[in-house]
């Protein structure tokens, strides 16, 4: 496999190569691969000045590169976990403890630590949570295969053992999952808690948990779709507790230049039983069939001009009153004369709908959506229960509800800064997937480092039956594992030496209990409520084993390190810190080694 510094993607396949020598990338090559390359291809990168760190010292490299940014996320773990500080160059400043908004955000310039922070982000992608824990494990079980190098293991060994460990971890884990269903309350509000805890205070997590759980619930009863049936919209202004849950579809007006006063400010904020027209097109005067171009000669033609404008006008607004429609949503924009008209028959017209809201009233109202005005009849006109004027900030909003189709729930998140605003969105997204994924995909785990270290229990007596080097790697995945409840501890002020032989104590027959992070004690997970979906664990299980399996596997990095004429004036570090900016939207951080 050939990876290239500065592409994002991750490699569709093999034997892919990305970058010309032109491009000036950092290559990582497996020996095998750099073995079976063609001599053109190693020609074109052996002559652009090439910096190779082959076998051992490549390893080793990479190693630390994923420890350093191991090392960066361990003091944010668990709810008592502390904040970072995000300073952007341009003076924007973000305190978050979310593993997945720090990477995000950080410039990295080591090719092994980006490859972790690409796999992390995947991860927060796909499953919404559980971002650090696979960064640290990434970081221990490099550690451990470090140590066990040094001890004379082969790589493939530590690998195949890595491997099977993972394997049997999966299995083990299905062992103490506990099922949950969207009756289950309480156990779908704690799961909530866990991904939120350490956030946000006490009152705002538990707000917000509420509000997620019943978004996911109502989303479930309304559709066979997963995610459409709930969206989330963020503003800028107001506070975080002002946050609300919304039955119905939120229509951001902003993209309309229609503004809400336009239309006749003394009716109240809310039209009941709405009938609404769906126009998938634009919305403009047709110039005449026959004519393609048109040349004015007379004040009288021009006047004629006006009347067959005003009069295509007055039939579109004709057509749409005569419907008695009250609001008419386009996808993409009015003509200005039309919706002035329309305004002055008191039709409320919002252009250029975004797609997401325009789609979610396909779906949730018995209008249908046309693709021409000329189609639109009665068939197509749908009545829902309301359209409320709000504002959220400086945004105006129209709230449709009483939906007769499938029903639509919204999430209007606040927050002081557009900042702020935007990472609430963010936790918010994480909190419903979580909520989701136990739910729809095999229930929970408890939380707080006691299934972590009930795996590690359960690996090192399986790693017994083993024998062989191989069970060195087992035991070492087994101990990487204890680094999550091993970094809780410590983050909630407490000394692991003295707190984790207790824990590997009670979990001789005791799987349940883990760290209650507040006191750094020892507590059962599920009667404090600390749960995790059991696809979160998994899935950190299996994308720490890829990411230190692919680091692992490299022993050869060749670096382009020669300057073009351009290049010629500039330092390394001059070079390197204005890609760390293009990359990081301004923020300063690096991480290397
Ligand atoms: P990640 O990015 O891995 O989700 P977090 O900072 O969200 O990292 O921390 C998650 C860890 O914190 C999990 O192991 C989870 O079980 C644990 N955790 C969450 N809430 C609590 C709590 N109240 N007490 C103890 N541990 C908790
Ligand atoms: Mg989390």
Redesign the pocket.
């Known amino acids: 496999m050939i990876m290239e510094d500065s592409v994002h993607h991750p490699p569709q396949s093999e034997t892919e190569v990305y970058a010309t020598a032109r491009t000036r990338p950092t290559v990582i090559v497996p020996l095998e691969v750099g073995k079976n390359m063609s001599r053109s291809l190693r020609h074109q990168w052996i002559t652009h000045d090439v910096k190779r760190t082959t076998g051992e010292n490549a390893r080793q490299a990479n190693i630390d590169a994923g420890n350093a940014v191991a090392t960066a996320l361990r003091s944010?773990?668990?709810?008592s976990?502390r904040d970072k500080m995000l300073v952007g160059a341009n003076g924007t400043v973000i305190v978050t403890?979310?593993?997945?908004s720090i990477l995000d955000r950080m410039a990295i310039d080591d090719p092994a630590a980006r490859m972790i922070a690409r796999a992390a982000n995947a991860q927060h992608e796909t499953i919404g949570?559980?971002?650090?824990?696979?960064v640290l494990l990434i970081g221990e079980l490099l550690s451990q295969a470090e140590r066990l190098v040094n001890d004379g293991l082969h790589p493939t060994t530590i690998l195949k053992g890595y491997d099977r460990a993972t394997s049997y971890a999966l299995q083990r884990s299905d062992e103490y999952r506990i099922d949950i269903t969207s009756k289950d309350d309480e156990r779908l509000r704690a799961v909530a808690k866990?991904?939120v805890?350490?956030r946000w205070g006490p009152k705002a997590t538990d707000r917000f948990s509420t509000l997620t759980t019943a978004a996911v619930r109502a989303g479930d009863r309304a559709t066979r779709t997963e995610t459409s049936a709930i969206t989330t919209k963020a503003f800028p202004g107001g506070e975080r507790r002002d946050s609300e849950r919304i039955d119905g579809i939120l229509v951001d007006m902003d993209t309309s230049s229609t503004t809400i006063e336009l239309f006749d400010t003394d009716s109240p904020s809310t039209l009941t039983d709405a009938r609404i027209a769906l126009v998938d097109a634009e919305i403009d005067i047709e110039q005449p069939d026959t004519v393609d171009r048109m040349t004015i000669s007379t004040p009288e033609q021009l006047d004629s001009l006006h009347e067959y404008e005003s009069d295509s006008t007055r039939k579109i607004v004709q057509t749409l009153t005569d419907l008695g429609v009250d609001v008419l949503f386009c996808q993409k924009s009015i003509d200005d004369a039309v919706r002035t008209g329309l305004a002055r028959e008191g039709v409320l017209a919002v252009e250029r709908t975004r797609r997401d809201e325009f789609d979610a009233l396909v779906r949730a109202t018995a209008a249908t959506a046309v693709q021409s005005l000329t189609d639109l009849d009665r068939t197509a006109i749908g009545i829902v229960g309301s359209i409320e004027r709000r504002s959220a900030g400086s945004t105006d909003l129209l709230v449709v509800a009483g939906l007769s189709g499938d029903e639509h729930t919204s999430l209007l998140l606040r927050g002081g800064t557009k900042h702020v605003a935007a990472e609430t969105e963010r936790i918010i997204e994480s909190c419903l997937a979580v909520v989701r994924g136990a739910l729809r995909n095999g229930g929970v785990l408890p939380?707080?480092?006691a299934t972590?270290t009930a795996l590690s229990t359960d690996l090192s007596k399986h790693a017994t039956t083993i024998g062989g080097r191989e069970q060195l790697a087992i035991e070492a995945f087994a101990s990487s594992l204890e680094r999550?409840p091993r970094t809780?501890i410590d983050n909630a002020g407490r000394d692991p030496r003295e707190v984790l032989p207790r824990l590997r104590q009670r979990h001789i027959d005791t799987p349940v209990i883990?760290?209650?992070?507040?006191t750094g004690e020892l507590r059962d997970m599920l009667e404090?409520g600390?749960l995790?979906p059991t696809v979160?664990k998994r899935h950190?299980l299996t994308t720490a084993l890829e990411t230190t399996t692919t680091i692992l596997r490299i022993d050869d990095i060749l670096r382009h390190t020669d300057t073009d004429s351009s290049d010629a004036t500039t330092s390394d570090d001059q070079r390197s810190q204005r890609r760390t900016r293009q990359r990081t939207g301004g923020y300063p951080w690096a991480i290397g080694h």
């Open positions: 944010t773990l668990g709810p976990g403890n979310d593993g997945a949570d559980g971002v650090t824990t696979t866990t991904a805890t350490g939380g707080g480092g972590e999550i809780l883990g760290i209650d992070s507040s404090a600390i995790e979160v950190c």
